[in-house]
C-alpha cells in the first residue's frame, strides 16, 4: 500500500537533488601565458568566463625556453589566488620536466616538480580546491598532491599529471624512469579511487591532463602507452560518457578520436588553443546522447608582442 507514495517521494528527492546541483559550466585553458606580458590577458580572459563553477589551466604556465625559477611559480599562483572562482591545474612539461635545458636554467626535473607542488598545492588558497570537494586517497595526497577527484551533480572530473615532451619517460635516465612510472601507477590509483569513491549515476566523466597523448596513433609513443591502457579501462569500466581534455597541441579541436574501436564511441576529446593566441574554451553539458557536450571558445584580442617563439 506503500509503495506508490514512497516511490513519489523518492522520486521528488531525486529532482530535489538534481535541482540543487545543475551540470557545472567551467572554463578551461592551456599553453598560456608564453610571456610575463600576457599575464593580465589570461586574468582578462578568466574575467571574460563570468560566473562559472570553476576554472581549470592544464598545463604550461610559461615557455619551455624561460626560466623555471620561483618567480614564474610564484607569479602564476598569485594569478589563480586573485580569480573568485576556483582552479584546477594540471601540470605541463614546460612547468618541471623541460627545466632540464639550459635555456631554461638546468634545474633539475624532480626538483622543480616539488617546488611546484609546494608553491601550487600547500597553500589550499592558491587553487581553493576545497570548493570543489576534491578527494584524494591517503596514499597519494602527500606525494601527488596535483592527483584528485571531484564530483559536481551527476558527473565526475579525474584530474591526471600526464605531460608532453614524451611524459619525462626517458631511457636513458634512471631517476626520470623511476618518476615516470611511479607517477603513471599513480594516476591509475587516482582513477579507480574516483570510480570507488561515486558509483551511482554518471551524466559524464571528464579527464582533464596536459599532454595530447597521440590520442590518433594506434601504437602512441612509449611515454603514453600508460595512460591509453588507463583511458580504455576507464571507457570499458563506465557506461557514461567520457570526455578528455587536454592542451600540448595549441590547437582547438574537438573530436571522438576512437571512433570504430572498443566503446570508442562514449569518448569524446577536447584539445585546448595555446600560445600564440590567448583562448580557452567553456564547457557545458546538453541532454543529447550524440553530442552531450557543448563548447564555446573564449579568445582575446592578441597583445601586440613578437610571435617568434615557437610553440613548446
Not at 23 to 42: G, I, K
Not at 151 to 178: C, E, K, Q, T
Not at 279 to 299: C, H, I, M, N
Request: net charge neutral.
Amino acid at each position: 500500500m506503500l509503495r506508490k507514495p514512497l516511490l513519489a517521494l523518492l522520486m521528488m528527492l531525486a529532482a530535489a537533488s538534481a535541482l540543487a546541483h545543475p551540470p557545472p559550466v567551467f572554463l578551461v585553458s592551456a599553453d598560456n601565458p608564453y610571456d610575463e606580458a600576457d599575464l593580465p590577458q589570461l586574468d582578462a580572459l578568466y574575467r571574460a568566463a563570468g560566473k562559472v563553477t570553476f576554472l581549470a589551466h592544464l598545463g604550461d604556465i610559461k615557455a619551455g625556453t624561460s626560466s623555471c625559477q620561483d618567480t614564474a611559480y610564484q607569479r602564476m599562483a598569485a594569478l589563480f589566488k586573485a580569480q573568485s572562482a576556483p582552479l584546477v591545474y594540471s601540470p605541463g612539461d614546460n612547468d618541471w620536466t623541460d627545466c632540464r635545458r639550459l635555456v631554461a636554467g638546468d634545474f633539475d626535473p624532480q626538483e622543480r616538480l616539488a617546488r611546484l607542488r609546494q608553491v601550487f598545492f600547500d597553500d589550499p588558497s592558491v587553487l581553493r580546491l576545497d570548493q570543489l570537494g576534491v578527494h584524494r586517497p591517503k596514499a597519494l595526497a602527500r606525494d601527488y598532491p596535483e592527483l584528485f577527484w571531484f564530483r559536481y551533480g551527476h558527473v565526475l572530473f579525474i584530474n591526471w599529471h600526464v605531460v608532453g615532451s614524451d611524459n619525462n619517460r626517458l631511457s636513458d635516465d634512471p631517476a626520470a624512469m623511476a618518476e615516470y612510472q611511479a607517477r603513471s601507477q599513480a594516476n591509475m590509483l587516482i582513477t579507480a579511487a574516483a570510480l570507488r569513491g561515486y558509483k551511482g549515476y554518471l551524466r559524464a566523466i571528464v579527464v582533464m591532463t596536459h599532454a595530447s597523448m597521440s590520442l590518433d596513433r594506434p601504437l602512441p609513443p612509449r611515454g603514453y602507452r600508460p595512460t591509453h591502457r588507463l583511458l580504455k579501462q576507464l571507457l570499458a569500466e563506465t557506461k557514461a560518457p567520457v570526455l578528455l581534455i587536454h592542451g600540448d597541441d595549441h590547437t582547438y579541436l574537438h573530436d571522438q578520436p576512437w571512433l570504430g574501436r572498443p566503446n570508442g564511441e562514449r569518448l569524446w576529446r577536447l584539445e585546448l588553443p595555446g600560445y600564440p593566441r590567448m583562448a580557452g574554451v567553456k564547457v557545458e553539458f546538453v541532454k543529447d546522447k550524440q553530442a552531450p557536450f557543448r563548447f564555446t571558445e573564449l579568445e582575446l584580442p592578441a597583445p601586440d608582442l613578437p610571435k617568434n617563439r615557437p610553440p613548446d
